[in-house]
Nanobody, 115 residues
């Protein structure tokens, strides 16, 4: 059974940085298909896409994190480097990976940015 486990969240002041990690047990991120990446859910809002990374290593970001966040991965870990954090970045960040017809999510890690 594949499991995704996130870590690295926490409380940080506006302008600060955090690096989130996601470990996959049993599969490799290098073979995960489109849609694999990081998502977040802010308080009172729906879960939304933050960044994705393809098998070829191509990355894509939503406009509100472009230039501030960087997604990367190796075989068994996926990362999200978050710089210049803003209070609006507060939320639970989820790692998502898709292999074949299966869609896996981590349990989430809380990121809180204080003003």
């Amino acid at each position: 059974q594949v499991q995704l486990v996130e870590s690295g969240g926490g409380l940080v002041q506006a302008g600060g940085s955090l690096k989130l990690s996601c470990i996959a047990s049993g599969r490799e991120f290098t073979s995960a298909r489109i849609g694999t990446g990081w998502y977040r859910q802010a308080p009172g809002k729906q879960r939304e896409l933050v960044a994705t990374i393809t098998r070829d290593g191509n990355t894509d970001y939503v406009d509100f994190v472009k230039g501030r966040f960087t997604i990367s991965r190796d075989n068994t870990k996926m990362y999200l480097q978050m710089n210049s954090l803003k209070p609006d970045d507060t939320g639970v960040y989820y790692c998502r990976a898709l292999w074949g017809l299966s869609d896996y999510w981590g349990q989430g890690t809380q990121v809180t940015v204080s003003s």
